[in-house]
């Protein structure tokens, strides 16, 4: 029986398949983090926060026992746009767990990304639509 309802618990939950868009950037990382940073503040936005994601897994690795490094460099900028989240929170209050919007730079042996994940079919597509204009500013 046990069995029974976790399987019908699986089943009943949405799948877990979440996506990453990324882009190549022509330049340094340097380059790459300014250039979003410039291109988000473009539309009006402020970054609410840098998350250096990077740096707390150099700094921590040991801790954790790995000797594996991962990135040169990684951020993760975070921001929101109150029109667009008021809309899509409109649409549906538990878009809430969406925001706030990320788009991580990172650097892997001098291969420099941009990039986010993706959202949700229907009124989130917006907002993918409005993370990949801002990714491609950054990348001009």
């Known amino acids: 029986m046990r069995y029974l309802v976790t399987a019908l618990v699986l089943a009943a939950m949405p799948a877990a398949a979440e996506e990453v868009v ?14 979003l940073e410039n291109a988000i503040i473009g539309q009006g936005l402020v970054v609410d926060h840098v998350s250096d994601v990077g740096d707390m897994l150099a700094r921590t690795r040991e801790d954790v026992g790995s ?4 990135y040169d460099g990684a951020v993760v900028m975070q921001f929101c746009s109150a029109s667009l989240s008021r809309k899509m929170m409109e649409a549906d209050p538990l878009n809430i767990a969406h925001c706030p919007y990320g788009i991580f730079v990172i650097d892997r042996d001098g291969a420099v990304q941009i ?4 959202f949700p079919e229907g009124e989130m597509q917006e907002v993918q639509a409005f993370l990949e ?3 491609q500013e950054a990348l001009e």
């Not at 990324?22 to 990382?29: A, I, L, P, W």
């Open 67 to 70: 000797d594996v490094v991962l």
């Open 22 to 35: 990324t882009h190549d950037f022509e330049g340094s990382y340097e380059d790459a983090t300014f250039a």
């Open 133 to 135: 204009t801002i990714v």
């Open 115 to 118: 990039g986010y994940r993706t």
